[in-house]
């Protein structure tokens, strides 16, 4: 059919809308409503109970900010899980980085990933890697079963609705930090300022009781609501503002740069009252 | 009418929606078309041929970012000028600079100024004050008869298409060279890097012919394309990114602190590369 335009409502009064040339594929699995749509703004599109998860065009921003800004702040990060990020987008980023062993994938929902690797394949383009294990498994439950075992967690999951709404729990942040060995750190996409101050604020207080380390960054995302996304940092030892220099490697990137590692965590006003 | 949703089409094939209470004022002027609405989730919106300009709930951003970034650059800026900026939004930012002595707002279309008072007094809120003068006129014109009177000019315009089309010209920054005193900055609004660009390259390559020294910084902005805002400087002496500690002073502010002022100047990669 043609002349059709999806509209993901944001908030109650407030959405984003976009032309759609045809739908590729939708699916009920066991956790949530998946659809895969071609746009003409943005490529392919992968929605996940009516939310945006990710799109051809402005993928690279949220997958290229959650992977190297954690990675970069450890000098070594040999083994690293990522939970969610079932697309592949965040493994893509990770395999960047040489020191990188082993990184595991840990996504409940199997089709997320079945559908990313026919529909996003340069997305999805890092899960046949040699070093990538792919887990389709419960992510709460992989994390309160691991023990000193990762450098670094990325936790990449959808909106605290539906099945991600367990990895928005103080528990989980408690596990998180027992899972990561003495000196690791962890990373977790936490919304948007502008709709989600609430949200940010207690998961700022909650990894603050947990992780010496705690910091909030930023960076702009076009299909996610306002267009200004917050990620959450807690680290048990090394401070991604104290990175040094040296540790910085150049790879391929569009949004990410070494400078851009810094300023991310440059709040505006209003947005850093939220972290006090 | 109950049930009421504004949408803005950004590009041919995206757009943002939003839910409106009720109209407050629409009519054709001299130069475009005017609507005033009441949202929902943004607050009392200015609608200028369709596109947003302004709405209560994120214009701090902007008119924040217009503002501070060139005026505290320059070490003392006294006679100020802003080109558009109807709803008084710059003006009001500008009048918390102690130094400037004078501010001059030209806006080619009255009706801008008269629906912004009644309907966004807060915004408008400075365009009474005894350091500004308003003129109902033609920003171009005004700039072309200006020789070495400004210390900061700020171009506040809508986009370049309509009224706004001549304000996005090599002749135009030529003029406002001439209009600036011999250490004099100017700023414009230069549109988004998602969308946009085309001309962003546009205008930093006329900028740099003009201007020994140009940047490029950024800003969100919910309710404009893609979140992303650029602003291009212009400035014949001072480097915005060499501004002593000591010339920022403590205004009160929701997004811009003095650490903004540089972090806005670090672009994502693709950004950068528009520049080069």
Redesign the interface.
Known sequence: MAGLWF?EKQ?????????VKRTLHTEKTDFQYLEMVE????GNMLLLDGMVMTTQR?EF?YHEMVAHVPLFTHPNPENVLVVGGGDGGVIREVLKHPNVKKATLVDIDGKVIEYSKKYLPEIASGLEDERVEVKVDDGFMHIAQSENEYDVIMVDSTEPVGPAVNLFTKGFYAGISKALKEDGIFVAQTDNP?FKADLIRKVQKDVKEIFPITRLY?A???TYP???WSFTIGSKKYDPLAVPDEQFLDIE?????K??H??AF?????V?DLTK
Chains 1, 2 share one sequence.
């Open positions: 509209t908030t109650e009064n407030f959405g984003i809308t976009m032309k746009t003409e703004e943005w402005d921003v502008w930023l702009n995302i076009p306002s267009g200004l990137t569009k949004y990410y740069t400078e851009i810094k300023a440059v709040l505006p006003k209003f850093q």
